[in-house]
């Protein structure tokens, strides 16, 4: 995962290069619909069948069969509503982007069932070497398209093939194959605990794209594209880093679901290790953003900054929220889930009034302030569950977010001061951030540090030793 990250930012940093902000908004216009489809076709049947402590062939199949059905009725109506979404954004080149885009949902939806049971598996090494390859030859025609001058085409050609790579290895190298069975006790049985977590998970998708679609069509679409930009380097370390550690821990925490003890130690420390690395993360990006989005994708992309900043601030409370509700969703509390999200959904609606009364850098302040709230609503539940509070939180995380505040001020100072390309001043406020982040963790003898040192130790050692070994 950490490999497709890298990769992924790669090719987005020299198509960001290559093309304009414009057309990178005219892709930020599809995702809300593309999204929502894809949670009808998932429908909360990958949850269920990783918290099922034994899935058989026939759940399998069934899940199989419904995610393609339910792929191609999607794609059908995106491509009859097409002409449609293009006169909302009164963008004509948006319908037959949809149309193409669309591919991907069929595509993918032949493979869920075989990336869920990666999953279950906890198999990393298979996982990584087919996010390999299907970031290199995704990042290969995208790039080569856009140099060939084929413009917008290059990010659909970009997504597509990443896509067809990633479902065809999976077919290639996994031993499974459905089998021409569908059980409706299965389908019941695994509907019952997977369709709250598909509404909440379309309300999730609403809510995170519907800011994408009111910027569409309000603003322009390279500030949409300079929204998207700032989103997508805020997302790094927030929604991705945290999705590898949610994706990593639900089904090692799921199988401690009746151990309660276990399970709110494993917790504890899931959420102490995960914020000490968001906080220096999100707030040192907060602190680098100019010379960071400079450097990499160059000064036409300037107008990104004051959006990223504010993202920061609201990106670093994500992976609070993805942790808590996962609680919810490993103790089987799936209908709490739902309650919660159509709580907090409630908010977005004056997030986006303001946004387009006031402009875009009021809505997202909005947005911190709505997360807030979310975050206690969602730590409160999740902690009455297993006896670990919102305020036990707190003063868990409190230490962590001390110690990447205090790093990200001196970094911004360091900016301000120093007179430099920018890519030499991002190289020394990055430098500048590990040493004051590393020795403030050591001088502070951080628990949660000492616990991630020891394992990286470890790996580095093993790793060596194995080296040793083989020559």
Not at 95 to 102: M, Q, S
Not at 269 to 289: E, H, P, Q, S, Y
Not at 355 to 363: C, D, K, Q, T, Y
Request: hydrophobic share 55%.
């Amino acid at each position: 995962d950490f490999a497709k990250l890298g990769l992924g930012f790669v090719r987005g940093v020299i198509l960001a290069r290559l093309l304009s902000p414009r057309e990178f908004g005219l892709v930020g216009m599809t995702t809300l619909f593309i999204a929502v489809s894809q949670s009808f076709i998932d429908s909360g049947f990958r949850q269920a069948l990783i918290r099922k402590r034994t899935c058989t062939q026939a759940d399998f199949s069934t899940v199989f069969y419904f995610n393609l059905v339910v792929a191609a009725i999607c794609y059908i109506l995106l491509f009859l509503s097409a002409g449609l979404i293009a006169n909302f954004f009164d963008e004509p080149v948006l319908k037959p982007i949809l149309r193409v885009l669309g591919l991907g949902l069929i595509i993918r939806g032949l493979s869920m069932v075989q990336e869920t049971q990666l999953v279950r598996k906890i198999d990393f090494r298979l996982r990584t070497r087919i996010s390999v390859v299907s970031s290199l030859t995704s990042a290969v025609l995208g790039i080569s398209m856009a140099l060939a001058g084929y413009g917008v085409w290059s990010l659909v050609a970009a997504s597509l093939s990443g896509s067809a790579v990633v479902t065809t290895l999976l077919w290639l190298w996994r031993d499974w194959k459905p089998a021409l069975v569908f059980r409706w006790d299965s389908f019941r049985e695994m509907f019952s605990f997977g369709s709250p977590l598909l509404l909440s998970g379309l309300l999730h998708t609403l809510h995170t794209h519907i800011y994408h679609l009111v910027i569409g069509r309000f603003f322009f679409a390279a500030e949409l594209g300079y929204y998207a930009k700032a989103t997508t380097f805020q997302q790094l370390p927030s929604h991705h880093i945290s999705g590898v550690i949610q994706r990593v821990t639900y089904p090692v925490l799921a199988q401690l679901q009746d151990d309660v003890p276990r399970l709110r130690a494993g917790y504890r420390a899931v959420v102490k290790n995960t914020m000490l690395i968001t906080f220096v993360l999100m707030l040192g990006l907060a602190a680098v953003a100019e010379p960071m989005v400079i450097t990499f994708v160059g000064k036409p992309w300037r107008p990104s900054v004051p959006y990223l900043r504010l993202l920061c601030f609201v990106g670093m409370f994500y992976p609070l929220h993805a942790i808590n509700l996962n609680m919810l969703k490993v103790q089987g509390r799936s209908d709490l889930f739902l309650k919660l999200e159509l709580i907090k959904k409630v908010f977005a609606v004056p997030v986006i009034v303001i946004g387009v009364l006031f402009g875009i850098e009021m809505m997202i302040v909005a947005m911190f302030l709505k997360t807030l709230v979310g975050y206690y609503l969602n730590s409160y539940w999740s902690g009455t569950l297993i006896g670990y509070s919102a305020w036990q939180q707190i003063k868990d995380i409190l230490p962590s977010f001390a110690l990447g505040a205090f790093v990200a001020v001196m970094v911004f100072l360091l900016g301000q001061a120093f007179r430099a390309p920018d890519p030499v001043k991002l190289v020394s406020q990055v430098t500048l951030g590990g040493v004051l982040a590393i020795g403030g963790a050591e001088l502070l003898r951080m628990e949660n540090y000492r616990d991630m040192k020891a394992i990286v130790l470890e790996r580095v050692f093993r790793t060596l030793k194995a080296l040793k070994t083989d020559v």
